[in-house]
């Protein structure tokens, strides 16, 4: 976001709180310039962060900020974690908030309601002058709470439009990632946890023992795990590469024929969430095969930008995937997603939609 307000014509300053092991402002440069390869910008600085035994992070947070903000003459502050309203607004700086779920703090039902409480009175405040939610059900839920509508837009996330600019052939790709390429291939890229549904693909794998699928994502252990449940249900045909750079994901992406795009409904977000892999699935103009969520579905439209499939429905998943394996690698359906990609939600230009809300 930093870099696509640049290119939009903004000065930008991030600020991050300090770190033990990146101890300037040139070396979190770096490190932002090693992970997402993109040249840095922008402006970085950091705060103090005051921690007493892993605990109180809000409040050490505060007094980092409210000093940092009288250092830095900002004409406008863009904030995703509620513990900075206050400090933002006693600097009497307006502000963004960015909202990406219903639940401010999971860790307790009284800090979650304290924090409720504050962002919706602090809406009220005219230093407020936006208020982003990630999807329209969130928006929905946040107006419904007293959010003003007016304040209110709904932005999903993005995705780096110049990480996607050319399209590469899967055989190039899974070449160069050493990939098998002797059968078509099925890339699921993102987390391995419980309510991910890595089960589900397994079951994929063994109903389609005729296509390589391959789970990208997950620290070691969720991947030996995976591995061995494979193993023991006789699965030649699924791989876990594990980790890689976000650098490496479009790679990945382009070496896939199809895209799973799956989750179940225990993800504690799953009613609200925009997640980041639809946008890069979408920019990389390979077919998508996921489940219809209802923020999914404000994005993707079945048949014409990915097969969806209702939650839960097994079999219904299973006729999705066949019916986008027997699409060409550049079909229209990916195509189309493409498209709608880069026309919607590159970070540029989602940027540009704020800047058009707030008349900048």
């Known amino acids: 976001m930093c870099h696509a307000f640049g290119q939009n014509g903004i000065a930008v300053t991030l600020a991050l709180p300090e770190s033990d092991s990146l101890l300037s402002n040139d070396e979190y440069g770096d490190y932002i310039k090693n992970i997402f390869g ?26 980092g900020v409210k000093k940092l903000l009288k250092k830095i003459k900002a004409d406008l502050c863009f904030i995703r974690n509620a513990s900075f309203i206050d400090p ?9 908030y960015e909202a990406h779920n219903s639940v401010i703090h ?121 591995r061995k449940i494979s193993a023991v249900n006789g699965l030649l045909n699924i791989f876990f590469p594990g980790r890689v750079s976000p650098q490496k994901v479009p790679d990945y992406l382009y070496a896939a024929d199809v895209l799973l795009m799956i989750w179940t409904d225990k993800v504690s977000t799953i009613n609200y969430c925009s997640p ?16 219809a969520f209802p923020t999914i579905k404000e994005v993707l439209r079945d048949g014409e930008t990915a097969f969806l499939a209702q939650p839960g429905l097994f079999k219904e998943l299973e006729d999705k995937l066949r019916a986008a394996l027997q699409q060409a690698v550049s079909s229209k359906i990916g195509h189309n997603a493409r498209r709608e990609a880069f026309l919607k939600y590159s970070w540029a230009q989602r940027t540009k939609s704020i800047l058009d809300f707030l008349e900048i």
């Open 38 to 63: 993109l040249e840095v910008e922008f402006a970085v600085k950091s705060y103090k962060k005051i921690n007493l035994l892993g605990k109180f992070n809000y409040i050490g947070g505060y007094f």
């Open 106 to 226: 999971e860790g307790s039902r009284f800090s979650n309601a304290y924090w409720t409480k504050k962002i919706i009175k602090n809406s009220q405040d005219k230093r407020m002058i936006g208020f982003i939610c990630i999807s329209q059900a969130l928006a929905n839920y946040w107006a419904g709470k007293g959010i003003p509508e007016a304040k209110i837009i709904a932005l999903h996330d993005g995705f780096s439009a110049e990480k996607f600019a050319e399209i590469k052939e899967p055989f190039a790709a899974r070449k160069e990632l050493g990939l098998p390429d002797n059968k078509k291939m099925v890339m699921y890229v993102g987390s391995l946890y419980p309510d991910r549904g890595i089960d589900i693909i397994l079951k994929l794998a063994a109903a389609f023992s005729d296509v390589n699928f391959v789970v990208v994502g997950g620290p070691q252990l969720q991947q030996e795990y995976y």
């Open 88 to 96: 933002v607004a006693a600097s009497g700086i307006p502000f963004l």
């Open 276 to 291: 980041l892999k639809t946008f890069e699935y979408m920019a990389s103009g390979r077919t998508i095969v996921g489940h």
